[in-house]
């Protein structure tokens, strides 16, 4: 009895920061997206489809995510994850919460400061998203389903992605701006440098958490920060 309520609080711990990683990430997105200086390529899509389709930018992640997942689905002959369920769920509705909540400063100066406060915020809440491994995105999952279709290198895909879906979501009227730049050449770094912080904080967390019983000794891996280690190719 006592080794499951162990386990149970193990487990319990590691999808509970999942989610807080998702979470916070979400807060950054929607400071970014209420900066009003340009977003990041999957939200430059979503907005676009917003403004021509309507719907919020909540629930087209959602329904993107519903449709990348089932793509994923049908090439990798499996079914989806959880955690990238959770993931596609979780952050499309506080997405929106978070817009609702938030407004556009007048002041560039403040635009410009909430703007460079999202991308920090993104790039710790993937930091914090990643350590548990409860699960790629629905985004990750499908790069690492075209990875091993087309024998490319990851940062391969995951650039021709970004390239295709910013293309889409420019064409749709969706805000590319200095924050897309910011965004592509600077969350890479912003994660490399979260991401030994959130690993060494989380796994402290969970292995507090499954104290009873070392249920999983072996170390947190660090990930970049589209969600895949680095021995991927």
């Known amino acids: 009895m006592e080794r499951t309520f162990a386990k149970g609080q193990y487990l319990l711990s590691r999808w509970l920061i999942f989610m807080i990683g998702l979470i916070i990430m979400s807060f950054g997105i929607a400071l970014m997206i209420t900066a009003n200086l ?12 917003q ?6 930018v909540g629930t087209w992640n959602i329904i993107i995510g519903i449709f990348i997942i089932s793509t994923t689905s049908l090439l990798e002959k499996e079914w989806p994850q959880a955690g990238g369920i959770v993931n596609m769920v979780l952050v499309g509705v ?5 817009l609702f909540l938030l ?10 400061f909430m703007l460079l406060l999202g991308v920090l915020i993104i790039g710790y ?8 491994e409860c699960g790629a995105g629905p985004r990750d999952s499908l790069m690492l389903a075209l990875n091993r279709r087309t ?7 995951r650039g021709m992605m970004e390239i ?18 910011l965004y592509c050449f600077g969350i890479g770094h912003v994660v490399g440098f979260a991401m030994p912080q959130c690993k060494t904080l989380v796994h402290q967390l969970i ?27």
């Open 38 to 49: 340009g977003s990041a390529p999957w939200d430059v899509l979503h907005i676009g489809l």
């Open 51 to 56: 403004q021509q389709v309507g719907l919020t």
């Open 94 to 98: 506080f997405i929106d919460i978070f």
């Open 103 to 112: 407004s556009t400063p007048e002041m560039f100066v403040w635009q410009l």
């Open 125 to 132: 809440g993937i930091g914090i998203y990643i350590a548990p």
């Open 151 to 157: 024998g490319w290198k990851v940062s391969k895909v």
């Open 164 to 181: 295709i879906v910013l293309a889409v979501g420019w064409s749709l009227g969706g805000p590319v701006f200095i924050g897309t730049i």
């Open 207 to 233: 292995e507090r958490g499954g104290k009873r019983e070392n249920f999983n000794k072996r170390p947190v891996r660090a990930y970049n920060y589209d969600g895949v280690s680095k021995k991927v190719r």
